[in-house]
């Protein structure tokens, strides 16, 4: 009996949970921090407390220069986060211009499954990371680190570290909004490490990859290249970009033999008519990019793809993290300074711009399902 991946991924989830949720309760996990129930677990810790402490009073000036740049980087972020999602709004309603779709993670729906492995890397490296720069942020300010932990709901994973909340708010606004803003800052930083990562450990693009083939299509069906394969050359012609293998296919009709030079040998493949009369050969392309390193293919791309979603989560969480939005960051960012300035009225202030940030969140995303419907990445 075969499985399709989605029934996979979620028998791998069912057992997942329950598996963990028998641990707890054959070995008392809740003695030793953790609170597991079907579906979601949360630990606690405070081992991590002193090593928050040395790495604030270790080179502490660098910590405080990276806080306050990381102050500037919040500013920054949030105007940036604004305007993304106004401007979006914009581009639905201009012909000239494609709007980005904006869609929740679901797994199968708006994620392929196949991006799952590199995606749970990428959150555990940026959401570790972030929360590390608030704890550290934390202790630069003096403001008390009760406890650190992560935790997960079904198959999102977050980590926190616990602040002293009554002294987080008796600390000076500058000294709030520099904790505030260090985790996005950090986000940010690591975005571009990573980006810098991918360019100089892989050359120009170089060919054709395979992300995935159609079923029962031209390719899987003559030739047996299967995702990750790379085409290089089609009737003798280059395609190093997607640019360049679309320009290609372009001029093709239905019907025709194409000769295919690719990374399992070569094939002659006979196109397909597409959904709208053109001629495919049944994949969905992107970009090949080879190891500067010489790396075993399999290795090479498996680098490449946990780099990229590193590089593509950070930015994405740095952005998102200075939306003036409940639970993020820059809700309170936000709120803090205009408490200042403003005596009356303070609650409904708040509630304004979470209104005002809700808004912008869900007309993108009830636009991009109206437009886009639900098309997996």
């Given at each position: ?7 996979t ?38 081992g ?44 639905f ?37 972030h ?16 406890s ?37 800052a ?5 975005a ?13 693009p ?59 040998g ?12 053109q001629?495919?050969?049944?994949l ?84 991009s399902?109206w437009?886009?419907g639900?098309?997996?990445?």
């Amino acid at each position: 009996m075969s499985f399709t991946p989605e029934l996979t991924f979620l028998l791998a989830l069912v057992a997942f949970w329950a598996v963990l949720y028998a641990l707890s309760r054959v070995f008392h996990l809740e003695k030793r921090g953790w609170d597991v129930k079907p579906a979601f677990f949360m630990y606690k810790s405070k081992g991590l407390n002193s090593f928050i402490d040395r790495l604030a009073n270790k080179r502490r000036f660098m910590w405080l220069t990276f806080s306050n740049i990381g102050l500037a980087f919040g500013v920054g972020l949030m105007i940036f986060s604004l305007y993304f999602f106004a401007n979006n709004l914009v581009r639905f309603f201009t012909p000239t211009v494609q709007a980005a779709p904006v869609f929740p993670v679901l797994p199968g729906l708006t994620i392929r499954l196949y991006w799952m492995p590199y995606f749970f890397v990428a959150v555990a490296v940026v959401f570790l990371s972030h929360e590390l720069a608030h704890g550290v942020a934390f202790r630069l300010e003096n403001i008390p680190v009760l406890s650190t932990g992560v935790a997960m709901v079904l198959v999102f994973f977050a980590a926190f570290v616990e602040q002293d909340e009554k002294e987080f708010e008796k600390a000076s606004l500058l000294a709030r909004l520099r904790a505030l803003g260090a985790g996005s800052a950090t986000n940010l930083v690591t975005a571009l490490l990573f980006l810098l990562l991918l360019e100089g450990l892989f050359a120009a693009p170089a060919g054709i990859m395979i992300q995935e083939t159609l079923p029962n299509g031209p390719l899987e069906r003559e030739t047996g290249l299967r995702q990750w394969d790379v085409i290089y050359q089609i009737d003798g012609t280059r395609v190093p970009t997607l640019e360049d293998f679309y320009e290609f296919m372009e001029n093709k009709t239905p019907g025709v033999v194409l000769a295919l030079y690719t990374s399992k040998g070569n094939f002659n493949v006979t196109t397909a008519e597409g959904s709208e009369g053109q001629a495919i050969l049944g994949l969905h392309p992107t970009a090949y990019r080879p190891s500067r390193l010489g790396l075993e293919h399999n290795m090479a791309v498996n680098l490449y793809w946990t780099l990229f979603w590193v590089h593509l989560i950070a930015l994405s969480l740095a952005i998102f993290n200075m939306l003036p939005l409940y639970p993020f960051d820059g809700e309170r960012f936000l709120y803090y300074p205009l408490a200042g300035l403003i005596t009356k009225h303070k609650r409904e202030v708040r509630g304004a711009i979470n209104a005002v940030s809700l808004g912008l969140i869900a007309l993108n995303m009830f636009l991009s399902l109206w437009k886009y419907g639900l098309r997996p990445i």
